[in-house]
């Protein structure tokens, strides 16, 4: 129980304040987007550059880790994309939709300081490796199948739906964070030095990243009441909270991942969907009401369901 109080709680506190503060109207919306904006274009980025610029590359990108929380991720996706297909009978972009929902979890603004709560800034190095690669595979993969879906029967070269694709996800500013941190680690183990001042102006810039994000969520989903659509919501939380956590530490027991990898993967993807899951579907118009609601409600169910992650983990 301590850990649901003293890891978990201080966090989700955090959003709380910042969606208590909107819903009483003392923190505007358009104080909210600038916010955001700040977090998401400038501070996040910047923290994911500094993340990426110190990861020891060598150790941390292995596929015992990252197989586990991938094979997971994926595996949520073809579960909501199938519910949603089969059983809910959604259209063929609903669905891609909804299954990014229920792949695309919060690794960073959740995932990353829930993990440093629990075990310490030294654990972190396996949430970096699988952030790394998080925003550029996933959201190429969700873009790729979206246009794919959408460009079914316009005669669009493979070409042509493959570049928009590729475009969409160099542009998004967490891609280029961690873009430009990875290019940093490689001039840097090529004898690059940069000055102790650099590093102190990232840093503070790093340090604003994750409370700005956290306060600024609670102020977003505000916005995300909930509406209808309850079978699909549940399905998207039901995928993002169990069965992707439930197959990454299943895997990683069966790939004999260690202690530190089995705890940065597991809680990683135990984390509820993140805002961007409903920004994907509010760009193509397609389930938004489903992303939005399943954010919120799954944001809150988190908060019991990572405290039984937290306490079946080593």
Known sequence: MSALFTIILPVFLVV??????????????SAVDGLMSFAQN????TLLFASMARLDLDSEFRAQLLIPFYAGAFASYATGWAGARFLLRRPPTDCVAIGFVCLFSNTLLL????????????????NWAIIALHSPMLYTFGITVMEFTRAKGTGLSIGRVALRALTG???????????????????????????????????????????????????????????GDMAAIGMCCACALILHPAVT??????????????????????????????????????????????????????????????????
């Open 169 to 227: 996800v160099l542009r998004t500013s967490l891609v280029i964070g961690i873009i430009a941190g990875l290019s940093m680690n490689l001039l840097m183990q090529a004898g690059l030095v940069m000055p102790q001042g650099f590093w102190d102006a990232v840093d503070m810039i790093a340090r604003a990243a994750l409370p700005a994000a956290l306060f600024g969520l609670g102020g977003v989903l505000y916005r995300y009441r909930p509406e």
């Open 111 to 126: 995932g990353v300081p829930i993990t440093e709560r629990a075990y310490g800034t030294a654990a972190l190095d396996g």
């Open 249 to 314: 530490f299943g895997m990683g027991r069966l790939l004999d991942l260690d202690v530190a990898g089995m705890r940065s993967a597991t809680l990683t993807a135990a984390m509820a969907p993140g805002v961007n899951a409903y920004l994907f579907a509010n760009i193509y118009g397609a389930a938004r009401r489903v992303a939005a609601s399943s954010v919120l409600m799954a944001t809150a169910i988190s908060t019991l369901t990572v405290w039984m992650w937290l306490n079946l983990l080593p």
């Open 16 to 29: 709380g304040f910042g969606y208590v503060v909107t819903w009483r109207g003392w923190f505007g919306t």
């Open 42 to 45: 400038f501070a996040v980025p």
